[in-house]
Structure formats: structure tokens, C-alpha cells
């Protein structure tokens, strides 16, 4: 109720706000500053992959038969990790009336025993547009993580399960898709899940773009001894869409908050008035932390 008068308020010019103020209380920078940049001289990532995803794949032959770097240190190769993120990966389904879709993707292979790996997924959003794109329950920053369990066979690697938040493990039948709902972006192994689902029948899926997503090298966020990916910056060039100023991969935030919230405004990046105004009174209303969604 306090957010819907105070909306009413600065709509109707009853109640002003200093936006430059509020980014200097929490961050010193005057609005519209953009942090700056450790990586501009990185390029792009990869494009993207074909449109297929087989629960089965092979594995690729060995480009060298020199030792490749293992900056991580768990046993894995980082040239493999890569491949395996790309073999492993699924195709996502978005619903047809999606209006926070921008994202990125950070991937962990994890060694989960002999010829036994757990790929880690989490995209990540600048906004969580609400049940049904609507706003109700959006908020800034989300994050949606999906666990693959694989192990290679005589056949290549098989993916043997798929876990997802509030749902019980799965293996794939044949191709390995999975649905986001719109605007919240909860993902579902079927569209028939999205419909009966913990949410009420509020999800909505299907009916938008299909995408096999691009893996970026960059997205490695290693083992928690040995972190690749760490802050989340503004890239001039490179794999992020929008730049998560502030953000972490492993931890709480520059900025020291517990939960993702996508760069909003306090911490250099979007989402306006309101952002300020919910952590002013310390008001959490973002996504889950992303420390949490890694094998350790």
C-alpha cells in the first residue's frame, strides 16, 4: 500500500524526489554513472549454438595433445568445461508475450565422480517483469538455475538428470527442452507443468522464440577455491547484454546485499525511483543470491 500512494503521489506531482541524492546516499555517484570497465579489451563470446540439444552427445577428440590450462583446478579442463556447457545445455522455449527476456548465462562444470560431471546453469535477468509480464510480483534482478547430471558412456555423454526449482528430478526423452514462464521466467520441463504448476495457474508458457543458448567462455565461474568469474561489471565489449554493475557471482555484492539484483540503480545500473526507495528502508526485493546455485 505505501508503494501505491507513494506512485500516486509522484504522478500526480504531490511528492518530489532527488534521484541524484538518492545515488549518492547509496553509491556517491551522481544518476546515470556506469562504473567502470576492467575488461574492454575482451571480445565477444561465441555465437550462438544450432537449435538442438540431444540428451546424448558425443565427446569431442582432442584438439592437442599439450596439456590445456586448468585455471579452476578441478580436474577439468577449461577448453572441455566449455564444451561440455555447450553439449550439455538445453533449448529454451519462451512465452509468447515475454518483456523481460534480456539475460545472460553463467555455467559451473562441476567433477561429480569418475566420468561424472554436474553442469550448473543460471540465467540471469536485469528485471522480473511479474506473473504474466503484469508487474504483480516482479521485481529487480532474477535468477533461475538448472542443475544436468551427466556421465560418459560408451555412447558419449548421457544426461541421466535434470533438476529444477520446485520440481522433482527428470531425465529428458529425447530432445531437452525447457519452458520459461512469462515475465517471471520459472522453468518447466513441459507446458503442461507451467499450467498446473506451484504457481496457481499465474505462469503462462510457449508460443515464443526457441533458443539454444550462446555459452560464453567468460561465463565460467569456476570452483569456489578457485573462482573464474567473479564480478558481474559493465562491459564495453563482451558477453553481457546490459552490464550487472556491482554484481557477483560468488558472494554478496560490492555493495554488500545478500540477493542478485540485476545493476538496478543504487548500484549503478536501472530500474528507477523505486529500487532506491525499497533498499532506503531495507526492503529485499530481488532475486536469489547466486553464491548459493554452485556445486562446491
Same mark, same amino acid.
Given at each position: 500500500?505505501?508503494? +501505491?500512494?507513494?506512485?500516486?503521489?509522484?504522478?500526480?506531482?504531490?511528492?518530489?524526489?532527488?534521484?541524484?541524492?538518492?545515488? &549518492?546516499?547509496?553509491?556517491?555517484?551522481? /544518476?546515470?554513472?556506469?562504473? /567502470?570497465?576492467?575488461?574492454?579489451? &575482451?571480445?565477444?563470446?561465441?555465437?550462438?549454438?544450432?537449435?538442438? /540439444? =540431444?540428451?546424448?552427445? $558425443?565427446?569431442?577428440?582432442?584438439?592437442?595433445? $599439450?596439456?590445456?590450462? #586448468?585455471?579452476?583446478?578441478?580436474?577439468?579442463?577449461?577448453? @572441455?568445461?566449455?564444451? +561440455?556447457?555447450?553439449?550439455?545445455?538445453?533449448?529454451?522455449?519462451?512465452?509468447? *508475450? $515475454?518483456?523481460?527476456?534480456?539475460?545472460?548465462?553463467?555455467?559451473?562444470?562441476?567433477?561429480?565422480? =569418475? &566420468? &561424472?560431471?554436474?553442469?550448473?546453469?543460471?540465467?540471469?535477468?536485469?528485471? #522480473?517483469?511479474?506473473?504474466?509480464?503484469?508487474?504483480?510480483?516482479?521485481?529487480?534482478?532474477?535468477?533461475? !538455475?538448472?542443475?544436468?547430471?551427466?556421465?560418459?558412456?560408451?555412447? *558419449?555423454?548421457?544426461?541421466?538428470?535434470?533438476?529444477?526449482?520446485?520440481?522433482?528430478?527428470?531425465?529428458?526423452? *529425447?530432445?531437452? @527442452?525447457?519452458?520459461?514462464?512469462?515475465?517471471?521466467?520459472?522453468?518447466?520441463?513441459?507446458? !503442461?507443468?507451467?499450467?498446473?504448476?506451484?504457481?496457481?495457474?499465474?505462469? @503462462?508458457?510457449?508460443?515464443?522464440?526457441?533458443?539454444?543458448?550462446?555459452?560464453? $567462455?567468460?561465463?565460467?565461474?569456476? !570452483?569456489?577455491?578457485?573462482?573464474?568469474?567473479?564480478? +558481474?561489471?559493465?562491459?564495453? @565489449?563482451?558477453?553481457?547484454?546490459?552490464?550487472?554493475?556491482?554484481?557477483?557471482?560468488?558472494?554478496?555484492?560490492?555493495?554488500?546485499?545478500?540477493?542478485?539484483?540485476? *545493476?538496478?540503480?543504487?548500484?549503478?545500473?536501472? #530500474?528507477?525511483?523505486?529500487?532506491?526507495?525499497?533498499? +532506503?528502508?531495507?526492503?529485499?526485493?530481488?532475486?536469489?543470491?547466486?553464491?548459493?546455485?554452485?556445486?562446491?
Amino acid at each position: 500500500m505505501l508503494e +501505491l500512494w507513494m506512485a500516486a503521489a509522484i504522478s500526480t506531482g504531490t511528492l518530489a524526489y532527488d534521484e541524484a541524492w538518492l545515488n &549518492r546516499f547509496f553509491d556517491g555517484s551522481a /544518476a546515470g554513472g556506469s562504473p /567502470a570497465d576492467p575488461f574492454a579489451s &575482451r571480445g565477444d563470446g561465441p555465437a550462438p549454438l544450432a537449435l538442438a /540439444a =540431444p540428451a546424448i552427445v $558425443e565427446p569431442a577428440a582432442s584438439v592437442s595433445a $599439450e596439456p590445456m590450462e #586448468d585455471a579452476d583446478e578441478d580436474g577439468i579442463e577449461d577448453a @572441455r568445461e566449455w564444451e +561440455l556447457a555447450q553439449l550439455l545445455a538445453p533449448v529454451l522455449v519462451w512465452a509468447k *508475450g $515475454e518483456k523481460c527476456g534480456e539475460h545472460d548465462l553463467l555455467y559451473q562444470i562441476h567433477p561429480a565422480g =569418475p &566420468r &561424472r560431471v554436474r553442469a550448473t546453469y543460471a540465467l540471469i535477468f536485469p528485471l #522480473d517483469c511479474g506473473f504474466r509480464s503484469s508487474g504483480f510480483g516482479g521485481h529487480a534482478g532474477d535468477v533461475q !538455475e538448472v542443475d544436468v547430471d551427466a556421465s560418459l558412456g560408451e555412447a *558419449g555423454w548421457e544426461i541421466e538428470s535434470v533438476t529444477l526449482p520446485w520440481h522433482s528430478p527428470f531425465k529428458p526423452k *529425447g530432445s531437452f @527442452r525447457l519452458y520459461l514462464s512469462e515475465g517471471k521466467h520459472h522453468v518447466y520441463p513441459d507446458l !503442461e507443468g507451467c499450467m498446473r504448476g506451484r504457481f496457481l495457474g499465474f505462469d @503462462r508458457c510457449g508460443g515464443g522464440a526457441i533458443e539454444a543458448p550462446a555459452i560464453s $567462455e567468460y561465463g565460467n565461474v569456476g !570452483e569456489a577455491a578457485h573462482p573464474l568469474t567473479t564480478t +558481474l561489471e559493465r562491459y564495453k @565489449r563482451g558477453p553481457w547484454a546490459d552490464g550487472y554493475a556491482m554484481e557477483t557471482a560468488w558472494g554478496p555484492s560490492l555493495h554488500g546485499d545478500k540477493f542478485f539484483c540485476g *545493476g538496478d540503480p543504487k548500484r549503478g545500473g536501472r #530500474d528507477g525511483f523505486w529500487a532506491k526507495f525499497r533498499a +532506503l528502508f531495507g526492503w529485499d526485493a530481488c532475486g536469489d543470491a547466486l553464491d548459493g546455485k554452485w556445486s562446491r
